[in-house]
């Protein structure tokens, strides 16, 4: 399994340094098939011992260059990170991130041969629709987008199930993964969206989730290191 820590706009230089800290504590007898991924915010990028891998959650399509408030890959090389998320829905919507941004992203970032977990998700209102438009909409944010690159991992986030402590049922998550893992011919994909401690197993065990994205409950290493260990 994949258990992945999105920080989002969370946690400092000095609070990242002292979860990692914990978190290693913790995963001295995490078991040695699951692998654990952390994104912090950018300022809290670094140089962090422990077994696991650190990713950054954004970053510019460019080397280096006149980007103002970005960082590019100059930045990211300096920490060795060759991880990166791309296409999650709080960039989509906050940044204005197109479709057409998001894979022009995907593209510079694939020739790079960055790690991808590229997010996708579908809103209330398309959920509320039925099952066709929830995969035509997910399936639409695959436009521009080599499904084939080996070391591609998706991650499915219902964007009404983050942040709301309401993850989706296992039904749902069931029939959403079953119908992802055909079209991106079996690649690793994740479910993200309330998942936490409670419900960790119930979401591990569904055929075709090969792991979890997590915010909210990934803030505290005690809770996120539960979750790995369940
Ligand atoms: P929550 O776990 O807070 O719902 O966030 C999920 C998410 O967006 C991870 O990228």
């Not at 990170?81 to 960039?91: D, F, M």
């Not at 499904?147 to 959403?176: C, M």
Request: hydrophobic share 35%.
């Amino acid at each position: 399994m994949i258990y992945a820590a999105n920080f989002k706009t969370n946690h400092t230089r000095q609070s990242t340094k002292n979860y990692i800290v914990e978190l290693n504590e913790k995963l001295g007898v995490k078991k040695p098939e699951d692998s654990v991924y952390i994104f912090p915010p950018s300022s809290a990028l670094d140089v962090y011992e422990g077994n696991f891998t650190l990713g950054t959650q954004n970053a510019y399509p460019a080397h280096n260059g006149a980007y103002t408030g970005e960082i590019g890959v100059e930045q990211l090389d300096e920490f060795g990170i060759k991880t990166i998320l791309i296409g999650h829905s709080e960039r989509r919507e906050y940044m204005a991130e197109t479709q057409e941004k998001v894979a022009n992203k995907f593209s510079f970032f694939q020739e790079q041969g960055f790690e991808i977990i590229y997010c996708i998700g579908e809103p209330l209102a398309i959920r509320e629709k039925g099952f066709e438009s929830v995969m035509q909409y997910l399936l639409a944010q695959f436009d521009g987008i080599d499904i084939n690159y080996d070391k591609l991992i998706v991650a499915y986030e219902p964007i009404w199930a983050i942040g709301t402590g309401r993850s989706a049922t296992v039904e749902e998550i069931s029939t959403t993964h079953r119908a992802l893992k055909k079209a991106i011919n079996d690649k690793p994909l994740l479910y993200g969206g309330s998942a936490k401690p409670e419900n960790i197993k119930e979401i591990t065990s569904i055929t075709g989730v090969d792991g979890v994205l997590v915010g909210s409950a990934s803030l505290d290493a005690g809770s996120f290191s539960e979750m790995v260990l369940s």
